[in-house]
């Protein structure tokens, strides 16, 4: 079974730039997340998407973000324009439904450098 | 605020020794709590989940403790070999979103 996967795996874009990243779940999985881990910090989670629908985006720096899920199944963010300290590292994550809190499966991650 | 913390930045052991990695929290009431390994380049992966009312959970050579009242979790891997050098990461969770995590041990066992 293939698990979370992530692209592109580095991007490095100019101030100013768009970029759109995007995260292909474990298939079934209705639960989907976004994390970012800046260098040097926590993993910081960004928002949480139960197949097509936003749980939750509190974790969302500004609106400069913009996360979709069409369809339920793969989900992109895109960061526009992009600034300096948009720069890290942003994993996705999916989970299996229920109510219990299931185990969740990250992605390798996208490394963005913003010059 | 709320405030996790894991013990140190850096834990260096002899294979063959217990670490011990410590995670701390403050102003917050999770209702589990994980631990994830993270190597280099790599997303982090689930070890062991434990609930607000289990004490201990063991899984292999893992252990982890939780204590509501200290706020703090003990993750054990006993007879440590090279390896388990990671970074280990603790995750706290309210409901089934928002996972917080703490910045992460980085475990090294030296042979």
């Known amino acids: 079974e293939a698990g979370v996967t992530q692209f592109p795996s580095h991007s490095v874009i100019e101030k100013g730039q768009t970029v759109t990243l995007r995260c292909d779940p474990i298939?079934?999985?209705?639960?989907l997340y976004w994390y970012r881990r800046v260098m040097g910090k926590e993993i910081k989670f960004l928002l949480h998407?139960?197949?097509?629908?936003?749980?939750?985006e509190s974790g969302m720096p500004n609106n400069r973000f913009l996360a979709e899920r069409t369809g339920g199944t793969y989900s992109t963010l895109k960061v526009q324009p992009a600034e300096l300290e948009d720069s890290g590292v942003y994993f996705c994550?999916?989970?299996?439904?229920?109510?219990?809190?299931?185990?969740?499966?990250f992605g390798p991650g996208t490394r963005l450098t913003v010059t | 605020s709320q405030k996790i913390e894991q013990n140190s930045e850096a834990l260096n052991i002899q294979e063959g020794k217990t670490a011990t990695l410590t995670c701390n929290y403050t102003n917050y009431s999770p209702a589990y709590l994980q631990w994830y390994r993270q190597d280099p380049g790599r997303g982090p992966v689930f070890l062991l989940l434990i609930r607000e009312n289990e004490k201990e959970k063991r899984k292999e050579r893992l252990k982890v403790t939780f204590d509501t009242t200290l706020k703090q979790s003990l993750f054990h891997i006993t007879a440590s070999q090279p390896a388990d050098s990671a970074t280990y990461l603790c995750?706290?969770?309210?409901?089934?979103?928002?996972?917080?995590f703490g910045a992460g041990t980085r475990l090294t066992v030296k042979p």
């Open positions: 298939s079934g999985h209705d639960n």
């Open positions: 995750a706290l969770e309210r409901n089934n979103n928002d996972m917080r």
């Open positions: 998407f139960v197949k097509e629908s936003k749980q939750d």
């Open positions: 994550a999916s989970s299996q439904a229920g109510a219990q809190t299931y185990e969740q499966y």
